[in-house]
């Protein structure tokens, strides 16, 4: 399979293969690596459009705090930047008058202790009640991208207006924090996704051990699309936001931009007979 993705990824470049792929069969990855105040950074989005469980008209976006450093403690979470608060993107063609649909937890919601992880609710959990989205007229300081997801209020860019649903209704339940009740809303990093290869048994010093976080990832869906192709350009301006503070993001390299299908069975049949022709 992978000399199969690397055909494709020359052809694709040679131009043999229009970057323009049906929009049911695409997912676009743009992930991010970088330091801020000494500590390093990864993360991934995963943008789906019209596949599997993302309906005609439906942006599915999963956000991973990716940071996993193999035998290394420098990937542990110890400050409150060390968590993936929220993205910034732009779509080409993408029309205004987005709806928000859901955000959910890929993995459990988890405080952070001493002891370990303590779960506090399952992987599955709808968490609209405290992550937004919002459509910005002018791009947020520190990004480029007009479109948001956080779980923080930034300084007031994001407002409760902007959750992806009304905190408190049958849709749209509180969920629960370290101390033995509920929250909602946005509030500082709380409910956070923390790195990939976070040592679980360190707790911390530097955010609030009763707070829930997300663990590695989040699924967040955006509807009233109607884009007439979704391909590997359609996705640009990507910033990653972490902590509470705007300026304290990082942005995609270029070579780190990767295109991926799902359903390219009539593509790598392609490529692989292009490969017998040589």
């Given amino acids: 399979m992978q000399k199969v993705t690397n055909i494709l990824s ?23 690596s970088g330091t801020y105040n000494g500590q390093p950074r990864a993360a991934t989005a995963t943008f789906a459009y019209g596949n599997g469980d993302c309906e005609a008209n439906t942006l599915c976006i999963t956000l991973q705090n990716s940071l996993d450093i193999p035998g290394d403690t420098t990937d542990d979470a110890n400050d409150p930047t060390d968590l993936l608060t929220g993205l910034f993107f732009d779509i080409l063609g993408l029309p205004i008058g987005l709806s928000k649909v859901s955000a959910t937890a890929v993995d459990d919601l988890v405080t952070v202790g001493s002891g370990g992880y303590a779960t506090v609710a399952a992987a599955g959990t709808n968490v609209g009640a ?71 048994t360190t707790g911390s010093s530097g955010f609030n051990n009763n707070d829930p976080y997300q663990r590695n990832k989040a699924k967040f869906k955006i509807g009233n699309l109607n884009l007439v192709t979704f391909n590997a350009n359609s996705i640009f301006n990507v910033t990653f936001q972490y902590g509470s503070a705007l300026n304290e993001g990082i942005t995609p390299e270029p070579a780190s931009l990767a295109l991926l299908g799902v359903g390219m069975a009539g593509l790598a049949a392609y490529a692989r007979r292009r490969a017998a022709g040589k």
Avoid at 10 to 32: D, E, N, Q, R
Avoid at 170 to 193: D, E, K
């Fill in 10 to 32: 020359g052809l694709v470049a040679a131009g043999m293969i229009a970057m323009s792929l049906p929009a049911h069969a695409l997912i676009v990855t743009k992930s991010a």
């Fill in 130 to 200: 405290v992550w937004a989205y919002k459509q910005f007229a002018t791009a947020p300081t520190g990004h480029s991208g007009h479109y948001g997801i956080a779980v923080s209020g930034l300084g007031g860019t994001f407002g409760s207006g902007d959750l992806f649903c009304t905190p408190g209704t049958p849709t749209c339940p509180l969920l629960p924090n370290g101390n033995g009740g509920t929250t909602s809303g946005l509030g500082g990093v709380n409910f956070g996704i923390l790195p990939v290869g976070d040592v679980q």
